[in-house]
């Protein structure tokens, strides 16, 4: 997962009243820039591959803001030494925020977007003027901390998700042991209404979060109509379990097999594509059936 800063000009958060922008007169950096603190911190400068949370807002030298976003999307952008050093005024500014300190930067417009924006000016402004930015530097962490922080924010939507479609799950799991006990099939079912017959128990430990493991499988609806299917293709399918790349049921499903363990999910329809249609095959609400093979884990 890459955090990068793709466009600073719709990627930052305001700041706001909480620094002021008032302080001690601005002080030039080797670089040309102007700067002058509003509250030093007390943490560290990000290292190399570190992803800092930025809240900033930026104004032209009228004082008119030029952009102000939601407090809700702050610049996440990756330490990068090489790219820092090459970009010009305003990434070379990152280096010396450290967690906690609010700064303001002032650089002239045409420098800003030649170097750091690597854009033309907008006709909207001035090229002689300059482009003031008001930043503090937020929490530092390593892309494994915003992988773990991501996928429990995920997790806690998808249980926000499931209890709001409990309905639908009971409906679909109706229909489900309806059509096992018609046609004999014993199977298991998950807490969230999943499922799930193991006709091979294969061998080895299960799959954990994290691992990427690889599964051939065979799509239908419940009536037998195909949709998909890897095993058509000689294609086996990969992915990294646990991490929500794939359906919420295929997340479940595939870690109850071992490695060479064969077995059949039965995915209501909020643990597939929900009240979403797929394909002309795949329509909302959906309940799919799958035969997989957990070939093995990587």
């Given at each position: 997962?890459?955090?990068?800063?793709?466009?600073?000009?719709?990627?930052?958060?305001?700041?706001?009243?909480?620094?002021?922008?008032?302080?001690?007169?601005?002080?030039?950096?080797?670089?040309?820039?102007?700067?002058?603190?509003?509250?030093?911190?007390?943490?560290?400068?990000?290292?190399?591959?570190?992803?800092?949370?930025?809240?900033?807002?930026?104004?032209?030298e009228k004082d008119s803001i030029l952009f102000q976003s939601t407090s809700d999307q702050p610049a996440?952008?990756?330490?990068?030494?090489?790219?820092?050093?090459?970009?010009?005024?305003?990434?070379?500014?990152?280096?010396?925020?450290?967690?906690?300190?609010?700064?303001?930067?002032?650089?002239?417009?045409?420098?800003?977007?030649?170097?750091?924006?690597?854009?033309?000016?907008?006709?909207?402004?001035?090229?002689?003027?300059?482009?003031?930015?008001?930043?503090?530097?937020?929490?530092?962490?390593?892309?494994?901390?915003?992988?773990?922080?991501a996928l429990a924010k995920r997790k806690e939507m998808e249980?926000?998700?499931?209890?709001?479609?409990?309905?639908?799950?009971?409906a679909d799991a109706e229909v489900i042991d309806a059509y096992l006990a018609e046609n004999n099939i014993e199977a298991e079912s998950t807490e969230s209404g999943l499922r799930y017959v193991i006709d091979v128990e294969g061998a080895g430990d299960y799959p954990k979060e994290g691992d990427n493991v690889v599964v051939h499988y065979t799509g239908t609806l419940l009536d037998g109509t195909k949709f998909d299917s890897s095993l058509d293709r000689g294609d086996p399918f990969k992915f990294q379990i646990g991490m929500r790349q794939v359906i919420i049921g295929w997340d479940e499903g595939i870690a109850l097999l071992k490695p060479g363990g064969k077995g059949t999910l039965y995915v209501p329809s909020p643990l597939a594509y929900g009240d979403q249609a797929r394909s002309e095959v795949i329509g909302p609400n959906s309940i799919l059936k799958f035969d997989v093979e957990l070939i093995g884990i990587e």
């Open positions: 997962m890459k955090f990068k800063l793709v466009n600073v000009l719709i990627a930052i958060v305001v700041v706001g009243s909480s620094l002021g922008c008032q302080s001690e007169e601005f002080m030039t950096s080797e670089d040309g820039y102007q700067y002058k603190y509003i509250k030093k911190g007390d943490g560290k400068t990000p290292e190399e591959g570190e992803i800092v949370t930025y809240n900033m807002m930026y104004k032209n996440l952008i990756q330490c990068n030494d090489v790219q820092w050093d090459n970009m010009g005024p305003l990434y070379k500014s990152f280096k010396m925020i450290k967690e906690g300190d609010s700064i303001l930067i002032k650089i002239p417009t045409k420098t800003l977007f030649d170097e750091s924006f690597r854009a033309a000016v907008p006709p909207s402004l001035d090229p002689e003027g300059f482009i003031t930015f008001c930043i503090g530097a937020g929490k530092i962490r390593t892309e494994e901390e915003m992988q773990t922080e249980a926000e998700y499931l209890a709001a479609n409990a309905e639908q799950i009971n």
